[in-house]
């Protein structure tokens, strides 16, 4: 999976503009976000070792980070992080991002087949204020059964078919992280951790 972040503040697709002819055209601010975001994209993509997803399905996690409001900053009880519900739609935040991404990580963003969208108020003791953390993988052929429940990564946050139900009070890994050795390393982690109290 490629991870890329993008130090920007979160920025939803507005309603397209329409010029006297009827042809619709994006704001200016839009327009600067996306090449601002694209070129964070591009830098990442140069550091990737394998290709970059060109052709084929692709899944997408893409987590929005909005910066606490001053007037949420408590000193006794900092607020920890948690889900954002104010304005900006999930889908016009994705949008945007995906729009940026074109022609980077994918040929258009029509080849995103899967994708995993979580807005997020930062703690107030958090060092990143904003942004956007965008994670791409490339899709393997749909299961012949697509009716099962599909899980979600607790490592990676990609959706994947189980082969068996998920147990709801353990993490439950997908086919990728499990080849990657994570729930070895998250298990030594734990053991340590035990061990510290």
Sequence with gaps: MLDIFIPLEPYAMPRPRFGRGGHAHNTD???????????????????????????????????????????????????????????????????????????????????????????????????IKWGVDVGVWELEELPVDVSDDLAVCSSCGMLYSPTRRPNPDRRNYCPKCKEDKVPQRDASRDYYDRKRR
């Design 29 to 127: 601010k839009s327009r600067s976000w996306k090449q601002a975001a694209a070129i964070y994209m591009q830098m990442a993509v140069r550091e990737y070792e394998k290709p970059v997803f060109a052709e084929g399905p692709v899944g997408v996690r893409l987590r929005f980070y909005f910066k606490l409001p001053k007037s949420a900053h408590r000193k006794g009880d900092p607020p920890k992080e948690q889900w954002h519900i104010g304005r900006m739609d999930f889908d016009n935040l994705a949008k945007t991002v995906c729009d940026a991404a074109n022609g980077i990580l994918w040929k258009d963003d029509r080849q995103v087949s899967q994708a995993l969208i979580q807005k997020i108020r930062v703690a107030q003791d958090a060092t």
